[in-house]
C-alpha cells in the first residue's frame, strides 16, 4: 500500500487501526481532525498502542487539528509522535492549561503550534490575562517548534523574547494588529542589565522590533496584515528536520 497521508476523525481512530499502522511502512501523515460536527467528547487511543506503534513505525507523523466554527478542545493522543497542534476555529483561545498538557505529552515532538483565522473573542490588554507568558513557556520547554503561528494579543517585547527563545523557529507568523508596543515583561534574574535594556529599546516600535527579529532569525522578518495573515499556508505534510533517507520501491 502506497499511503503516505491519511486525514480521520477520533471517532473513527481504535487501537487496533493504529496497530495496523505499523504495517503501512509508506505512511508518513496523519491527521486526526475535530470539527464542529464532532458530538461527543472521542475515547483517545490507548497510550500503550502509541508507544508500541512508535517503535513500529518510527517515522510515522501525527497532527492534531480541530476545524470550524466552534471552541471545542483537541482530542489528545497521550504518548502519539504529535508533530503538529493546529486550532483552525476562530473561537479557541490559547491557555496556559492547553499549553501545559502540550509540553507534558508532547514536549520533544512538537514542532508547529497554531492559531488560525482571525479570533472571534474579546481579550483583555492586561498582560497577566493575556498569552505572552504560555507562549514563552511552550517555546521554552518545546525546543523543536519551527512554526509558530500567533493571532491573539501579545506584547513587541513578547515578539523578542519568541525569537531569540526559539532555537529552531523558522516560520513566525504574527499580526500586526495584535501586537502591543509595550515592554511589560518583570525583568528575570536570568536576564542581564543589557539585555533587559535591548528588550526595552527594541519593544518601542515596530519597524525596530521587525529589525531586530530579522537579525535572530536572519532572514526579512516582518508582521503580518489581517489579510496576510489569513492566507498564510501551513504545510503540516512538510518534513523540516532529516529522519533518514526514504527507501526504494
Not at 481512530?13 to 496497530?19: C, F
Not at 471545542?72 to 486550532?87: D, F, H, K, M, N
Not at 523574547?161 to 526559539?166: H, I, K
Amino acid at each position: 500500500v502506497n499511503l503516505r497521508v491519511l486525514v480521520i476523525s477520533p471517532h473513527n481512530l481504535s487501537d487496533d487501526l493504529v496497530e495496523n499502522f505499523g504495517s503501512l511502512k509508506k505512511l508518513r501523515n496523519l491527521h486526526i481532525i475535530t470539527n464542529a460536527y464532532t458530538e461527543s467528547i472521542p475515547t483517545p487511543v490507548d497510550y500503550r498502542v502509541w508507544k508500541r506503534m512508535r517503535k513500529s513505525h518510527p517515522k510515522l507523523r501525527v497532527h492534531l487539528v480541530t476545524e470550524g466554527k466552534h471552541d471545542r478542545e483537541l482530542t489528545w493522543q497521550t504518548r502519539a509522535p504529535v508533530r503538529s497542534i493546529v486550532y483552525d476555529t476562530p473561537y479557541t483561545k490559547c491557555t496556559q492549561q492547553s499549553v501545559n498538557i502540550v509540553v507534558e505529552m508532547y514536549k520533544t515532538d512538537i514542532e508547529v503550534y497554531c492559531h488560525k483565522r482571525l479570533p472571534r473573542f474579546s481579550r483583555s490588554r492586561s498582560f497577566h490575562d493575556r498569552a505572552d507568558s504560555s507562549y514563552v513557556y511552550l517555546i521554552r520547554q518545546c525546543p523543536y517548534i519551527h512554526t509558530l503561528m500567533i493571532r491573539e494579543r501579545i506584547s513587541s517585547c513578547t515578539v523578542l523574547l519568541l525569537a531569540y527563545t526559539g532555537k529552531y523557529l523558522r516560520f513566525f507568523h504574527v499580526r500586526r494588529n495584535a501586537v502591543i508596543l509595550k515592554c511589560d515583561w518583570p525583568k528575570s534574574p536570568d536576564w542581564s542589565e543589557d539585555f533587559y535594556q535591548w528588550l526595552k529599546r527594541a519593544s518601542k516600535s515596530y519597524d525596530l522590533m521587525e529589525k531586530e527579529v530579522s537579525q535572530i532569525l536572519g532572514f526579512r522578518w516582518y508582521l503580518l496584515t489581517d489579510k496576510q495573515f489569513k492566507l498564510t499556508p501551513v504545510n503540516l505534510n512538510y518534513q523540516h528536520y532529516y529522519e533518514g533517507f526514504e527507501e526504494a520501491d
